[in-house]
């Protein structure tokens, strides 16, 4: 039985909060770490940047949400986009509960980010998700748009993960694509930043 989100469900723990329950394997770091990156993407450098503000950083506060199972997705973000997460979460489970064919019991864990490319001076110019390591991605996106490339190379800008999220049972790699792409579309909105446009292929992580 698959059981909806409430709101005592939310649990914005506090700056005592042990860090490797967020994020188990935190330990892991450094660029030379590609191939245990591409299998845990969320020991990329560039998530645990994030995760490294707890504490000292609004942007940066934990998140856990809890099921039948125990835990059910873990992210770091801020509050605003923690909302987002809940209320999609909350009616994707919903969803999946009116449709006896569309149960997921993945034991696979499935990993999501929201990452934006800025310029030099740390101002979002272009937002986008990704479900594999962001290095990678960022990679990706400067070998296919310019614009990026220019940003990157010539003008010291960089990209920055804002969301990252680790999903597992109830949480399928589609509900991670929504939930990202709801917080996308927030943060764009919000901030009056550009989508980037383009397939991005889910990877699936144990």
């Known amino acids: 039985k698959l059981n ?6 939310i ?7 042990n860090l490797n329950q967020l994020y188990p394997d935190h330990s892991i770091r450094g660029a030379n770490n590609r191939n245990v990156f591409d299998k845990k993407p ?4 560039s998530v645990q940047e994030l995760t490294s503000q707890r504490g000292h950083n609004s942007n940066a506060n934990p998140l856990i949400i809890e099921g039948n199972k125990g835990d059910i997705l ?10 987002i997460v809940k209320q999609t979460l909350s009616q994707l489970q919903l969803n999946k509960q009116n449709n006896k064919f569309n149960h997921n019991n993945n034991k696979d864990k499935v990993f999501g980010a929201v990452y934006e490319h800025k310029d030099s001076f740390g101002k979002p110019q272009i937002i986008s998700q990704t479900y594999n390591t962001p290095e990678i991605q960022f990679t990706q996106d400067m070998k296919s748009h310019q614009a990026i490339k220019n940003m990157h190379v010539y003008q010291g800008g960089k990209g ?15 509900d991670m694509q929504n939930i990202t792409q709801n917080i996308v579309d927030r943060r764009a909105k919000e901030l009056q930043i550009q989508k980037l446009k383009g397939p991005k292929p889910y990877s699936k992580h144990g």
């Open 4 to 9: 909806t989100i409430n709101e005592d469900q």
């Open 74 to 83: 873990k992210g770091i973000g801020n509050n605003e986009d923690h909302k």
């Open 11 to 17: 649990l914005i723990h506090n700056n005592s909060h």
């Open 42 to 45: 969320w020991n990329a450098p």
């Open 160 to 174: 920055s993960v804002v969301w990252s999220g680790v999903g597992q049972y109830n949480v399928s790699s589609n």
